[in-house]
């Protein structure tokens, strides 16, 4: 099932994530379809599912973003941290008693604090894809991904059984599953599951977007599906506004933050 977009939409998602050959964002997803193979999202999987790395407060892996800008992506040059409070802003203006999908747009891309541990950019951010099946066409740069190891190795199904749920997917690493992972196992926040699912597969454009890997979907994964694809529109359309983050919007924030999380968690 393809999602269902009107003209206007289709133009609007075609003029904002346009990728052309010979840009940051080609050389980025050239050096991930090389080296994101199964083997090395297995890896690092588990080194980050031990959450040795570090303890900090939600609000400082937020402030280290503001050192962040985002090389994947064709329509943002402003530090990821701008990017946080434009969604987040775009969320509260539509539901504006609903604190914690404001929250989940303020946060959805801390996980890129991996960045910060030393870990390339094809391995932090970038839309995601999975390894052990068959490439989809659909997926961005996909001529490139004739330099994977992994190119033509596995057909559809691949090492997968039809309908094993997006859960059992080997989808390749970045700041969507690290920063799952992180809320999952930290117990000292308020975040409902439902959201942590939109944080884990906000960037697998090839799945929400494109419609394809709907051969592994069970029936929670559709619920999954309409959760993501209505988070994916702040997300995305967000990078048009030019919002002002005062003072006042970033207090607002810090207040709901306290109410929804308490200490440092582990990283
Ligand atoms: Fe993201
Ligand atoms: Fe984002």
């Known amino acids: ?3 269902n977009l009107s003209n206007n939409n289709l133009n609007e998602v075609k003029k904002l994530r346009t990728y052309h050959v010979n840009t940051p964002q080609y050389n980025l997803y050239n050096e991930m379809h090389k080296n994101q193979t199964f083997q090395y999202v297995k890896l690092k999987t588990k080194e980050y599912s031990k959450l040795n790395k570090c303890k900090m407060t939600i609000k400082k892996a937020l402030a280290l973003l503001d050192d962040f800008i985002d090389p994947s992506d064709p329509d943002l040059d402003v ?6 409070y434009q969604t987040a802003e775009r969320i509260r203006k539509k539901y504006p008693d609903d604190k914690e999908f404001q929250i989940i747009g ?18 932090v951010v970038g839309d995601t894809y ?3 099946c068959k490439f989809p066409k659909s997926i961005v740069y996909y001529d490139t991904l004739k330099n994977s190891p992994e190119y033509d190795k596995y057909d559809n199904t ?5 309908k094993c749920g997006l859960e059992n997917l080997h989808i390749s690493y970045g700041h ?3 920063l799952y992972n992180v809320l999952k196992n930290n117990k000292n926040h308020k975040i409902s599951h439902k ?7 906000h960037s697998f454009y090839p799945w929400h977007t494109e419609g394809e890997y709907r051969q592994f979907m069970n029936d ?5 599906l309409s959760d993501v694809l209505k988070f994916n529109d702040f997300d995305l359309y967000s990078k048009e506004d030019d919002t002002e983050i005062t003072i006042e919007v970033k207090n607002y924030y810090d207040k709901i933050l306290d109410e929804y999380f308490f200490g440092d968690l582990n990283w």
């Open 195 to 201: 959201y942590l699912n939109i944080i884990r597969y």
């Open 1 to 3: 099932m393809k999602r």
């Open 130 to 132: 999975v390894l052990g």
């Open 220 to 224: 929670n994964d559709y619920i999954i």
């Open 158 to 162: 691949g090492i997968y059984k039809e």
């Open 79 to 84: 530090p990821n941290s701008i990017h946080a």
């Open 176 to 178: 969507d599953e690290y």
């Open 106 to 123: 303020l946060i959805h891309d801390v996980g890129k604090v991996l960045f910060s541990f030393g870990e390339p950019s094809w391995s």
